[in-house]
């Protein structure tokens, strides 16, 4: 992996189902790893979510990508430090190759950005989950 990093906070959840049952009927993220960036605020989770260990970063480096080998990252389309566009053409650079969860307040023309999304990051798995009407 290569390339300068990128001052986006957030925090790495790793999933793990809990000690008496599975995830409900989706046992998909259990013992998955989920890098979030730009949603440094949502460190309270560990009470919320006692299934997940959750490990807060200061920025988006390959090192950091290369410590945790993240299966999927969700970040924000519009963010405080940085836009999607910026954080999926940074994340392509540095070799990631897993899904990424990009989250959007309601949108005129979802598709359009979606396309726009992709055309920044080919190769990425991306998915754009934006608020309904």
């Known amino acids: 992996m290569a390339g300068p990093g990128l001052p986006v906070s957030g925090f790495v959840m790793n999933l793990q189902a809990p000690p008496q049952r599975p995830f409900g009927t989706d046992t998909a993220l259990r013992g ?10 949502a460190l309270s989770l560990p009470d919320t979510c006692p299934y997940a260990s959750v490990h807060a970063f200061p920025a988006l480096t390959p090192a950091l990508l290369a410590q945790y080998l993240p299966d999927a990252i969700a970040l924000p389309l519009f963010g405080a430090q940085a836009d999607a566009s910026t ?15 990009v989250l ?8 359009l950005v979606l396309a726009e999304l992709r055309a920044e990051a080919p190769g990425l798995r991306i998915a754009l989950l934006a608020a309904q009407p």
Do not use: V
Request: with cysteine.
């Open 87 to 101: 954080q999926l053409h940074l994340l392509r650079t540095m070799g990631f190759r897993g899904r990424c969860f």
């Open 104 to 111: 959007a307040p309601r949108l005129p023309n979802p598709k």
């Open 32 to 41: 998955k790893t989920l890098l979030c960036l730009g949603f440094a605020q």
